[in-house]
T-cell receptor, first 111, second 114 residues
Framework: QKEVEQDPGPLSVPEGAIVSLNCTYS??????FMWYRQYSRKGPELLMY????GNKEDGRFTAQVDKSSKYISLFIRDSQPSDSATYLC???????????FGQGTRLTINP | AAGVIQSPRHLIKEKRETATLKCYPI?????VYWYQQGPGQDPQFLISFYEKMQSDKGSIPDRFSAQQFSDYHSELNMSSLELGDSALYFCASSLRAINSYEQYFGPGTRLTVT
């Protein structure tokens, strides 16, 4: 079983919808939680970063971390066709260098 | 803003050949990470360097080696290439003094082994 589980989708929603992307994890040592966006054949782009539990908002994006449930979410409001990409969650333990990624969810926003 | 630079962007090699991938981190970033992403897979951590010293190691085959130089650029050397080495290889960088978890990725090198 993978340390980080993420529904690969694909997920298709109409423009303007609220999108919810989620990951679960098993390693309780994870303290840092990131969301990356990856367009086809490009490198992952860091969207959001959160330490421990709580919420963080950046424009149309909101990241939530619930460590008690080992569950993290990314919400995208007023979704745009340009948001169409694969979204990867990533996590890291305190003192560790490596990021452990989820499988990625392929998202399509339809005009 | 300057980003992570990787070269070459595409590389085609035959089995048993050797390949060298290069990574130039964001200016002032002192830590470099290498990841391998197979087709339809998530990126897998290979190795990282901080101030020219190996700082963490993941699932990197013994056939692979890497180093970081005094100007902080890094090279990933891959020998005795196998078909299964075909993948996207990403380099990421961070400024460890601020946050080593805030890693910024380059565009990747697509390696094809035939």
């Amino acid at each position: 079983q993978k340390e980080v589980e993420q529904d690969p989708g694909p997920l298709s929603v109409p423009e303007g919808a609220i999108v919810s992307l989620n990951c679960t994890y098993s390693n309780s040592a994870f303290q840092y939680f990131m969301w990356y966006r990856q367009y086809s054949r490009k490198g992952p782009e860091l969207l959001m970063y959160t330490y421990s539990s709580g919420n963080k908002e950046d424009g149309r994006f909101t990241a939530q971390v619930d460590k008690s449930s080992k569950y993290i979410s990314l919400f995208i409001r007023d979704s745009q066709p340009s948001d169409s990409a694969t979204y990867l969650c990533a996590m890291s333990a305190e003192g560790a260098q490596k990021l452990v990624f989820g499988q990625g969810t392929r998202l399509t926003i339809n005009p | 803003a300057a980003g992570v630079i990787q070269s070459p962007r595409h590389l085609i090699k035959e089995k048993r050949e050797t390949a060298t991938l290069k990574c130039y981190p964001i200016p002032r970033h002192d830590t470099v990470y290498w990841y391998q992403q197979g087709p339809g897979q998530d990126p897998q951590f290979l190795i990282s360097f901080y101030e020219k010293m190996q700082s963490d190691k993941g699932s990197i085959p013994d056939r692979f080696s890497a180093q970081q130089f005094s100007d902080y650029h890094s090279e990933l050397n891959m020998s005795s290439l196998e078909l299964g080495d075909s993948a996207l290889y990403f380099c990421a960088s961070s400024l460890r003094a601020i946050n080593s978890y805030e890693q910024y990725f380059g565009p990747g090198t697509r390696l094809t082994v035939t």
